[in-house]
């Protein structure tokens, strides 16, 4: 059974900062592209960091580009989103998303049920 369990969510001041985790279980992680996303109420879901099977590309866009770094370890199975500089515009469920990155695996995609952040004054 795969599952992807995210943790470290919370809520802090404008400025302030999180890590998130995202723990996999059940796949061969290094042959999964990850990419955190966000939803937000009365929003469309968006992506916030993306880190490719190896961890040697990441992208981000330009909503949280210089404030969020995303990371892998392989050997523990894990991935996570570092968040600083926080703006209330940050608030939101933000949820782990493993995609195959293989030839392989390509059809496979899997999610996390996601851990909210709150930024308020």
């Known amino acids: 059974q795969v599952q992807l369990v995210e943790s470290g969510g919370g809520s802090v001041q404008p400025g302030g900062s999180l890590r998130l985790s995202c723990a996999a279980s059940?796949?061969?992680?290094?042959?999964?592209?990850v990419t955190w996303e966000r939803q937000a109420p009365g929003k469309e879901r968006e992506w916030v960091a993306l880190i490719s099977t190896s961890g040697h590309t990441t992208g981000y866009p330009d909503s949280v580009k210089g404030r969020f770094t995303v990371t892998r370890d392989n050997n523990e199975n894990t991935a996570h989103l570092d968040m600083s500089d926080l703006e209330p515009e940050d608030t939101a469920v933000y949820y782990c998303h493993a995609r195959g990155g293989t030839f392989q695996n390509e059809a496979d995609d899997y999610w996390g049920e996601g851990t909210q952040v709150t930024v308020s004054a």
């Open positions: 059940g796949l061969v992680f290094s042959n999964y592209r």
